[in-house]
């Protein structure tokens, strides 16, 4: 498989702070790709790096062998929504398609038209009119009728309600086993890319938490719940990812590639969500550690 | 991109054009109307001996008219400037649209060229047609008075307001792209374009090219007023004189001694309280007095208003590459 986005020691810096440092990434061709992480965790920033709509301050991206924006043929294999799904209020749902047919020339004006009549938009609808859902209903049909290989799509259902969101990502996973593109698509929400991602990268804190397959990711972190003891004194190659203690009992996310023996633990697998929960919060357990460390 | 922009600024350019027509129609009824009167009037006022109060009558002829000429052609460029330059860029930035705009398949370099291109000259169009109009309309009242140089005139007839036009979009543009706000943009817009047209006038253009300046021995029949106090002080002599110089452009006129200074001495008594006005004419002829006086001659129209359009246009053009420049490294 081939790489589509590819970052080595990627960062941008706004001013003094820096929103994405140190980011290397390898996502494969042909998966849909889940970037979840808090808010301003970084997830807009490295979308619009990859989008081209921002240059790096540091290291290399390359999207689909070529540094975004290259040129007008890179911008055609390469579909953006962005956050919150912009549109122009003042043109119609049928203006949308015109504008996308002048100015992409792999335009598919069947599918996009075909798009709008199964979601049910009236093409003389402006689109200030519409719904938050429509509107990004619109977006998204403009961005696959311009046939790209790669979709990015930033918090695409943040606005929407539980069945817009439902119908949304049934729409977007329709479209990709019809054109297997890949996908990269942000959320704060696990919940909303548990069931449609094959790959997952957390980010949080500006920085790249863990990135890879679900699969494998469900495969090598588990639940240790024990007798209490010290995290410190596990096996080198279990890497403790959070830890909560009571007076009497351990529990440990852990991530390890081979299988644990150590028959005081009782192993469970970690649900996806609490997987990226216990990434999350070992970082913000690390930003207040010094705090501690003055206080006392 | 060509299709968008004008699906973008269709609505404006509808306005735009709706606006000229009506004032087009009201300069193709009242303007043969005024070109006739004058020929009636004003033209053989001489062979009667009334020609005042035939000019008189004349310059209160459409008056509404007028006075919506010279608002429309005060007001239009900065109003090309807040309504077209401005909400151009800030208005895709206020609303994120740039980031549905830029993703299609065409470079922001080729968006943004599109949209300025296209834009701008349509607001040339737009002051050229007007100025155009005004010029022919306004003819007959423009040949009395201080003549077409009059700064009210001379700004608002001929091809600078092309180059004002040009000027006050691209003005805009920087400014919606640089606030990112449509509202603010507007109102700097409009305060920066007052400024830059104010200091043109006042500072800039009676020196786009060198003035003639004219030393020669005094005019008596120039002479307007007479008394004490001036730029050398009070007690000593002032004289006031109005250059009857058609068309031009006066700078400054002075009153210099033989030797060329401007201190002219003491106020002869002959030109003291209780003295006759004749009196005291006769009296300064006698001083053998000289004036200097440096001037733009009427003649000079048509070269200050190509030199006065060229930096206007070479401005817009310059801060137009700036907006590109600025689109391409700075904005996301």
């Known amino acids: 498989m081939t790489a589509v986005l ?13 929103a994405l440092s140190d980011c290397t990434l390898d996502i494969p061709a042909g998966q849909v790709v889940g970037l979840v992480g808090p808010n301003g965790a970084g997830k807009t920033t490295l979308l619009h790096l990859a989008a081209g709509l921002l240059q790096p301050t540091t290291g290399t991206i390359e999207v689909l062998g070529d540094r975004p924006p290259a040129s007008p043929a890179q911008l055609a294999r390469v579909g953006f929504v962005a956050q ?27 599918m996009a038209s075909d798009r709008i009549e199964r979601l049910g938009l009236d093409p003389r609808q402006r689109a200030g009119k519409m719904s938050g859902g429509q509107r990004a209903q619109l977006a998204l049909t403009l961005a696959l009728a311009k046939k790209p290989e790669l979709l990015l799509l930033d918090e695409p259902v943040a606005s929407l309600d539980p069945l817009a969101r439902r119908e949304f990502l049934q729409g977007l996973m329709e479209a990709v086993v019809d054109q ?12 909303d890319l548990e069931r449609v991602c094959d790959y997952l990268i957390v980010l949080v804190a500006s920085r790249v938490q863990i990135a890879g397959e679900v699969e494998h990711l469900r495969a090598t972190h588990h639940l240790l719940t024990g ?70 | 991109m060509i299709w968008l922009t004008w699906r973008q600024f269709r609505a404006q350019t509808i306005a735009a ?66 309504f077209w330059g401005a909400p151009l860029i800030a208005r895709e930035l206020e609303a994120g649209t740039q980031r549905l705009a830029w ?40 040949r009395f008075g201080a003549g077409r140089l009059d700064p009210a005139i001379f700004s608002e007839r001929g091809i600078v307001p092309i180059g004002y036009a040009a000027f006050a979009f691209a003005l805009g543009v920087m400014a919606g792209l640089l606030i990112r706000h449509t509202v603010p943009a507007m109102a700097v817009t409009l ?45 000593s002599l002032y004289i006031g004189i109005q250059p009857n110089l058609p068309g031009a452009w006066i700078g400054s006129s002075q009153v210099t001694t033989a030797a060329g200074s401007t201190s002219l001495g003491p106020v002869p008594s002959s030109c003291g309280p209780n003295a006759t006005y004749s009196a005291c004419t006769a009296t300064i002829a006698r001083m053998h007095l000289r004036q200097v006086i440096v001037y733009q001659p009427g003649s000079r129209f048509w070269a200050l208003q190509w030199y006065e359009t060229a930096i206007y246009l070479a401005l817009a053009l310059a801060l137009a590459g700036f907006c590109v420049w600025w689109v391409r490294r700075r904005v996301s």
């Open chain 2, 17 to 82: 054009a709706g606006l000229l027509a009506i004032l087009a129609i009201a300069f193709a009824v009242t303007g043969p109307q005024l070109a006739h009167l004058y020929d009636t009037t004003v033209a053989t006022c001489h062979a009667q001996h009334d020609c005042s109060i035939a000019v008189g009558t004349f310059q209160a002829e459409d008056s509404f008219l007028q006075d919506l000429v010279r608002l429309v052609m005060l007001a239009g460029p900065a109003l090309i400037g807040m």
């Open chain 2, 103 to 142: 993703m299609q398949s065409v470079t922001r370099f080729r968006w943004l060229a599109v949209k300025l291109g296209l834009a701008g000259l349509a607001s040339m169009a737009v002051a050229g047609l007007l100025s155009l109009m005004v010029t022919w309309w306004s003819g007959p009242f423009d």
């Open chain 1, 84 to 110: 919150d799904s912009p549109t122009y209020s003042g043109l119609s749902v049928a203006d949308h398609l015109r504008l996308g047919a002048h100015l992409n020339p792999g335009w598919d004006a069947a």
């Open chain 1, 180 to 191: 297997g593109l890949t996908v990269v698509l942000s959320s704060h929400l696990v919940a």
């Open chain 1, 6 to 18: 590819k970052a080595q020691g990627l960062g941008r810096r706004y001013r003094r702070r820096w």
């Open chain 1, 227 to 296: 007798p209490r003891r010290d995290p410190a004194r596990l096996p080198e190659d279990q890497h403790v990812i959070s830890a909560s203690h009571t007076d009497r009992q351990t529990t440990l996310t852990v991530r390890t590639e081979a299988p644990i023996h150590d028959p005081a633990w009782v192993v469970s697998p970690v649900g996806l969500e609490d997987l990226v929960l216990a990434y999350m919060s070992r970082t913000a357990a690390d930003a207040r550690r010094p705090e501690l460390e003055v206080q006392r």
């Open chain 2, 191 to 235: 305060a920066v374009f007052a400024a830059v047209q104010a200091a043109f006038e006042l500072k800039i253009r009676f020196h786009l090219i060198p003035p003639v300046r004219v030393a020669s021995a005094l005019n008596m029949a120039w002479v307007t007023e007479t008394g004490s106090g001036g730029p050398a002080g009070p007690g």
